[in-house]
């Protein structure tokens, strides 16, 4: 009899002990104020975009009291701030996705995953599901269901599941998107309406795997996407109000408008998005809608010298080697970028490639010499004086 009963009461401790990991790891998230999540965003690295990075610290601070005051201080959820998803735009290398990973898994040390929502479809079709973007969230969290139920979903190339009712031509990709875009919209819009989700634990299309409940009244969603060929959206709509006299037309400059930013008007028109190929009930789901800049020559050499080159120098000197890159290079390189509106992402490979073959040809020899990296004739090259130690 004594051994039923700890067997019916098993499953309750383990309730309560789950309950009691969850609220102890919830206390220790601090509620930093906006401002000073601010400030630890810009010593952890993070340079320009200072208008978005009002917002999402905002965001991250309302998120964390939301929770705080739900599950720690025991308040109705009726009486606080409702959940918060965000949409990200502007183009690409300029610091969405690279925001939401410093805010939420270094400074507030919250779950938080980063999908390419291109690889999921309808549920039923070739492809993941897409619920299992919630199962790439459980992962995060070590298979803890109630911490991953508090966590950040930051969705990635958003723009692209734009439907194939979308008569925009990507700029740059001369080509309309998939028609299975819209399946995938339905679904996000169900899992972002605060729904309890069948979640499968492990990734694949098995049938006869197993599964959770996973509530998303918690999780906030963030959609970050550069959203090629919405300026043209923007470009026809503007056209199509300025028929009549007296109306000035509006003109578009492909060349130009790739890689643009949007100003926030643009984007707080849905009927853009509808246009664009979405579904407007989905890009009302999102709370605020935040342009991102493309960033500057002066922020992009920040990066360039505080990122790529301090790492690449500490690298050279664990071999034995000091680096000097000459301010020519740099500003060469910063100059490429922003003809190839790469943005931050594309930094590192010029640098990385004109490195490689003294990399190659002395790392691990124990060897002991200087590397210079100079402008000649508008070509970067690399000059090395090595002598064994």
């Known amino acids: ?22 609220l102890k790891r919830l206390k220790e998230v601090p509620a930093i104020p906006p401002s000073e999540m601010n400030h630890q965003l810009e010593e952890l ?52 996705t690279y925001l ?26 070739v492809g993941q599901d897409t619920n299992g973007v919630l199962t790439r969230l459980l992962h995060m969290s070590d298979n803890d269901l109630r911490w991953a139920s508090i966590g950040i979903i930051c969705l990635d190339e958003f723009d692209k599941l734009a439907s194939g009712s979308n008569n925009a031509v990507f700029a740059g990709a001369g080509t309309t998107k998939d028609v299975t875009g819209m399946g995938v919209q339905r679904e996000l819009l169900k899992m972002m309406e ?13 049938s006869m795997g197993q599964y959770v409940i996973m509530s998303t009244a918690d999780i906030g969603f963030v959609a970050c996407g550069a959203f090629s060929g919405f300026h043209e959206v923007v470009r026809q709509h503007g056209a199509e109000a300025a028929i009549g006299f007296g109306r000035e037309a509006v003109t578009y400059d492909r060349g130009k408008d790739v890689g643009r930013a949007f100003t926030q ?16 009930e989905l890009i009302a789901r999102f709370t605020r809608i935040v342009p991102f800049d493309s960033l500057s020559a002066e ?28 301010e020519e290079v ?33 790392f691990g020899k124990g060897l002991d010499g200087r590397v210079a990296v100079k402008l000649s004739n508008g070509k970067i090259e690399a000059e090395s004086e090595i002598s064994k130690q």
């Open 100 to 125: 939401i990973e410093l805010l939420f898994r270094e400074v507030l040390k919250l779950p938080a995953v980063v999908v390419d929502i291109t690889s999921f479809s309808e549920t039923g079709y």
């Open 1 to 22: 009899m004594d051994k039923l009963l700890t067997e019916i009461e098993k499953p309750r401790r383990e309730k309560i002990s789950a309950e009691e990991r969850f």
């Open 330 to 362: 740099l500003d060469s390189i910063v100059d490429d970028a922003l003809r190839a509106r790469t943005g931050a992402r594309g930094l590192g490979a010029h640098l990385t490639s004109v490195l490689e073959k003294v990399a190659y040809d002395n």
């Open 194 to 206: 605060c729904s309890d989700i069948v979640v499968p634990l492990e990734l694949g299309h098995s």
């Open 265 to 280: 008007s643009q984007v707080d028109t849905i009927a853009h998005f509808y246009s664009y190929g979405f579904l407007p």
């Open 299 to 326: 922020t992009l050499k920040d990066i360039l010298q505080a990122d790529v080159l301090s790492r690449m120098t500490v690298e050279f000197a664990d071999e034995g080697l000091e680096l000097k890159v000459d």
């Open 45 to 96: 690295g993070y340079k320009g975009q200072d208008p978005s990075r009002i917002a999402a610290c905002l965001m991250a601070y309302r998120h964390v009291r939301r929770i705080q005051r739900i599950h720690l201080e025991g308040r109705d959820r009726k009486e606080v701030f409702p959940k918060t998803n965000y949409l990200f735009m502007g183009p690409t290398g300029c610091g969405k």
